[in-house]
């Protein structure tokens, strides 16, 4: 996994991006009435997915955002509608 440079001009972009996606992601999963530990029916474990809740920095991966999509029964441009 890479994680942004900061150096990048792109950077805090970036960080904008990822903590939308975590504020989108908290509350996809409240609308449902989800809790946490739900996700891992999702090959999500339940600290990776409190990571990403909790930084928004640790939504680093294209796989990632797959399988958040799929846990919330949503294409991938769905979820990324920010």
């Not at 989800?34 to 909790?54: C, F, I, K, N, T």
Request: negative net charge.
């Amino acid at each position: 996994m890479q994680r942004p440079n900061p150096d990048s001009i792109h950077y805090d972009e970036f960080i904008q991006l990822q903590k939308k996606l975590r504020d989108k992601i908290v509350s996809l999963r409240k609308s449902r009435d989800l809790v946490q530990e739900d996700m891992a029916e999702y090959e999500l474990s339940v600290r990776q997915y409190q990571r990403m809740e909790q930084d928004p920095t640790a939504i680093v991966s294209l796989w990632q955002v797959f399988k958040l999509a799929k846990a919330h029964d949503l294409d991938i441009h769905e979820l990324l509608d920010l």
